[in-house]
T-cell receptor, first 115, second 115 residues
Framework: AQSVTQLDSHVSVSEGTPVLLRCNYS??????LFWYVQHPNKGLQLLLK??????LVKGINGFEAEFKKSETSFHLTKPSAHMSDAAEYFC?????????????FGQGTTLQVKP | KAGVTQTPRYLIKTRGQQVTLSCSPI?????VSWYQQTPGQGLQFLFE???????NKGNFPGRFSGRQFSNSRSEMNVSTLELGDSALYLC??????????????FGEGSRLTVL
């Protein structure tokens, strides 16, 4: 069975400091992994995706994530947080070899950015 | 290019009533997926339609149904509303079916409150 676990439900950082949002996954097949962001009262927006190419993936707004198969992790990082980064972040796994083909969303991590 | 449009954005219903939500995907996108988002359960997959056919279905009761029209617009219907159906219902469109590349484009959602 496939699953995704976001290790922190809430992360608080100061503006200008690094951001780390942690995600572990479980998959019987080769996974595709994604990070989405949701700002208040908005829909979700794709930040970045991993689909078995380079293990270090760069996304929008300075975010990047590294796929580590040995650790079954796909953590999201950003060198310097901005106030506009405050939002909820979702780690998502898609198993293309699975007949269901559904996307499985993590429970989300709320990022708070303090001035 | 217009994004995903969901209507209505907000609605209030009472228990036992039914509701119909509408979603217009990005032009050219043939896949429409629906998700329910609640604070307790997070994002849960409802169903996916591709070229007017339901391709995937989540673990929701039969009170939740949907359809897709020839122009790719989709509707979902919830009958005999329960208090627990209060949620943000998100629609997402994509070029490919079954999650495909996982790149979904979300609308801003329809927030349903059941009293």
């Amino acid at each position: 069975a496939q699953s995704v676990t976001q290790l922190d439900s809430h992360v608080s950082v100061s503006e200008g400091t690094p951001v780390l949002l942690r995600c572990n996954y479980s998959s019987s097949y080769s996974p595709s992994l994604f990070w989405y962001v949701q700002h208040p009262n908005k829909g979700l927006q794709l930040l970045l995706k991993y689909t078995s190419a380079a293990t270090l993936v760069k996304g929008i707004n300075g975010f990047e994530a590294e796929f580590k198969k040995s650790e079954t992790s796909f953590h999201l990082t950003k060198p310097s947080a901005h106030m506009s980064d405050a939002a909820e972040y979702f780690c998502v796994v898609s198993v293309l070899n699975d007949n269901t083909g559904k996307l499985i969303f993590g429970q989300g991590t709320t990022l708070q950015v303090k001035p | 290019k217009a994004g995903v449009t969901q209507t209505p954005r907000y609605l209030i219903k009472t228990r036992g009533q039914q509701v119909t939500l509408s979603c217009s995907p990005i032009s050219g996108h043939r896949s429409v997926s629906w998700y329910q988002q609640t604070p307790g359960q997070g994002l849960q997959f409802l169903f996916e339609y591709f070229s007017e056919t339901q391709r995937n279905k989540g673990n929701f009761p039969g009170r939740f149904s949907g359809r897709q029209f020839s122009n790719s617009r989709s509707e979902m219907n919830v009958s005999t509303l329960e208090l627990g159906d209060s949620a943000l219902y998100l629609c997402a469109s994509s070029l490919f079916s079954r999650g495909g590349t996982g790149e979904l484009f979300f609308g801003e959602g329809s927030r349903l409150t059941v009293l």
